[in-house]
């Protein structure tokens, strides 16, 4: 297996120094542990599946990808939901990396990187794809009972995963098929794990539609062991990688809470928070 320092950093070389630090800085953040250790585990699961690819820049791209994750997710949580148009606007301007206005949001830069690694043959359905995932993040802001809430957490899982799919489809060689439906089924469950360490956190922050009670808590952890039984039954071998998975996510977000807290990672522009996707 490839260790995660051999490939993070191979794209943010054509930003100017002080970027770099500050993507380093980003990067290395204890609220974002838990996406920047998911590349190394994708990169285990290609092995897997006994698929080709070009490990440094599959590497390389979803550690930009889950790091955009990371920082949107952190940014949706603690600004107004509908800034995350500005993302899209982000995405859809011309590059510009090596600018000066690249420093003026760290979601802007990491927005630019993310958007430097897109291929054009896969630039269209990426874009498609953020959208479905925006539109579905707040149906999920909308959902009024746990099996809503359930069936659009599963869906934001599968998008996240098939974006960071479609992300690395160039870089993969022949038998990648079986490996999206994969990856689809982990991140569905993948969220529902993280609603199920964050519910109570994000009912006090007001961003549930319902209030969650102890048969909700019942409810969301029989369908992760359910879900999780099945995916573990399909895929044995992966076991032991789903559980360390796990540990780490609980782990990391006990580390996060007990880290000092920083200054906020979205500027403000005319009184509008930078914004997620």
Same mark, same amino acid.
């Given at each position: 297996?490839?260790? +995660?320092?051999?490939?993070?950093?191979?794209?943010?070389?054509?930003?100017?120094?002080?970027?770099?630090?500050?993507?380093?800085?980003?990067?290395? /953040?204890?609220?974002?542990?838990?996406?920047?250790?998911?590349?190394?585990?994708?990169?285990?699961?290609?092995?897997?599946?006994?698929?080709?690819?070009?490990?440094?820049?599959?590497?390389? #791209?979803?550690?930009?990808?889950?790091?955009?994750?990371?920082?949107?997710?952190?940014?949706?949580?603690?600004?107004?939901?509908?800034? +995350?148009?500005?993302?899209?606007?982000?995405?859809? #301007?011309?590059?510009?990396?090596?600018?000066?206005?690249?420093?003026?949001?760290?979601?802007?830069?990491?927005?630019?990187?993310?958007?430097?690694?897109?291929? @054009?043959?896969?630039?269209?359905?990426?874009?498609?794809?953020?959208?479905?995932?925006?539109?579905?993040?707040? %149906?999920?802001?909308?959902?009024?009972?746990?099996?809503?809430?359930?069936?659009?957490?599963?869906?934001?899982? %599968?998008?996240?995963?098939?974006?960071?799919?479609?992300?690395?489809?160039?870089?993969?060689?022949?038998?990648?098929?079986?490996?999206?439906?994969?990856?689809?089924?982990?991140?569905?469950?993948?969220?529902?794990?993280?609603?199920?360490?964050?519910?109570?956190?994000?009912? #006090?922050? +007001?961003?549930?539609?319902?209030?969650?009670?102890?048969? @909700?808590?019942?409810?969301?952890?029989?369908?992760?062991?359910?879900?999780?039984?099945?995916? %573990?039954?399909? /895929?044995?071998?992966?076991?032991?990688?789903?559980?360390?998975?796990?540990?780490?996510?609980?782990?990391?977000?006990?580390?996060?809470?007990?880290?000092?807290?920083?200054?906020?990672?979205?500027?403000?522009?005319? +009184?509008?928070?930078?914004?997620?996707?």
């Amino acid at each position: 297996m490839m260790a +995660g320092s051999s490939f993070r950093y191979l794209t943010i070389m054509v930003l100017p120094q002080h970027l770099q630090r500050t993507y380093r800085e980003l990067a290395a /953040n204890p609220k974002y542990q838990h996406f920047t250790r998911i590349p190394v585990r994708i990169i285990q699961c290609i092995d897997y599946f006994s698929i080709p690819c070009d490990r440094e820049a599959v590497g390389d #791209r979803l550690h930009g990808y889950y790091l955009f994750i990371g920082v949107v997710d952190d940014a949706i949580d603690s600004s107004r939901l509908e800034t +995350g148009r500005l993302v899209l606007d982000y995405l859809n #301007r011309a590059t510009v990396l090596s600018g000066e206005e690249v420093g003026r949001s760290k979601l802007e830069l990491i927005t630019e990187v993310l958007k430097y690694q897109i291929s @054009d043959s896969v630039h269209s359905p990426m874009m498609n794809q953020l959208r479905e995932l925006y539109h579905e993040v707040i %149906s999920e802001r909308c959902a009024t009972e746990i099996n809503s809430f359930i069936e659009h957490r599963q869906k934001v899982g %599968s998008l996240t995963a098939e974006l960071s799919f479609t992300l690395i489809r160039p870089h993969l060689g022949n038998g990648h098929e079986r490996l999206l439906e994969f990856m689809k089924h982990v991140g569905a469950l993948g969220c529902l794990i993280d609603s199920l360490i964050d519910l109570n956190k994000d009912r #006090r922050l +007001g961003l549930l539609g319902f209030d969650p009670k102890a048969k @909700d808590l019942v409810t969301l952890a029989r369908r992760i062991l359910r879900d999780g039984m099945r995916l %573990s039954l399909r /895929n044995p071998r992966l076991c032991g990688l789903f559980l360390q998975a796990i540990v780490d996510n609980v782990r990391d977000r006990f580390r996060a809470e007990r880290n000092v807290a920083q200054p906020s990672i979205v500027s403000e522009r005319k +009184g509008t928070a930078a914004g997620v996707a």
